[in-house]
T-cell receptor
Framework: GEDVEQSLFLSVREGDSSVINCTYT??????LYWYKQEPGAGLQLLTY?????DMKQDQRLTVLLNKKDKHLSLRIADTQTGDSAIYFC???????????FGQGTELSVKP | GAGVSQSPSNKVTEKGKDVELRCDPI?????LYWYRQSLGQGLEFLIY????????KSGLPSDRFSAERTGGSVSTLTIQRTQQEDSAVYLC???????????FGDGTRLSIL
């Protein structure tokens, strides 16, 4: 069945780059997403990449997709304390587009 | 409004009672999704509506759960005879059409006593 895996925790210093990794199993996924969740809030769509792309850059965010290894990563440049949150990777099923989420990676940014 | 709106933001109820959760999607979005977020299970898909097509109910955990979408816009998720394991945050999302990026509301935090 479909499965999305992420590491649970990442700690970085302010100003460093953060890299959050994700692996997925469904090779027919259309889009792959990164969502950010702050305490008590819903999911904020950060960025997404279509499955036929290798890379997407959006300001401080860079998404890399290795379709052969089914590996997705999110790099946050110049990480700030406001980036502290839980980051979810998700794949969209081809039929209907329902999302399958990873467990979330808690990013802690230390000053 | 500009985003997906959910109400109530918090709901506390006694075991055995019925609850209704409401979702107002982004204007013009034809696809609407319900998900549940709980400590033990993470984020799980519940049900999906696309236009006038029959909904995909494959994620509903039991027949106590149902949802409807009236007029292709507002959706209501109903849980009958609530149980403690129903305690979770219920999240609604909408997208322009199926397969397009989904935008989430802030969720309803449901607590069953």
């Amino acid at each position: 069945g479909e499965d999305v895996e992420q590491s649970l925790f990442l700690s970085v210093r302010e100003g460093d780059s953060s890299v959050i990794n994700c692996t997925y199993t469904d090779s027919s996924s259309t889009y792959l997403y990164w969502y950010k969740q702050e305490p008590g809030a819903g999911l904020q769509l950060l960025t997404y990449i279509f499955s036929n792309m290798d890379m997407k850059q959006d300001q401080r965010l860079t998404v890399l997709l290795n379709k052969k290894d089914k590996h997705l990563s999110l790099r946050i440049a110049d990480t700030q304390t406001g980036d502290s949150a839980i980051y979810f990777c998700a794949e969209a099923q081809m039929q209907g587009g329902k999302l399958i989420f990873g467990q979330g990676t808690e990013l802690s940014v230390k000053p | 409004g500009a985003g997906v709106s959910q109400s109530p933001s918090n709901k506390v109820t006694e075991k055995g009672k019925d609850v209704e959760l409401r979702c107002d999607p982004i204007s013009g979005h034809t696809a609407l999704y319900w998900y549940r977020q709980s400590l033990g299970q993470g984020l799980e898909f519940l049900i999906y509506f696309q236009g006038n097509s029959a909904p995909d109910k494959s994620g509903l955990p039991s027949d106590r759960f149902s949802a409807e979408r009236t007029g292709g816009s507002v959706s209501t998720l109903t849980i009958q005879r609530t149980q403690q394991e129903d305690s979770a945050v219920y999240l609604c999302a909408s997208s322009r059409t199926y397969g397009q990026p989904q935008h989430f509301g802030d969720g309803t935090r449901l607590s069953i006593l």
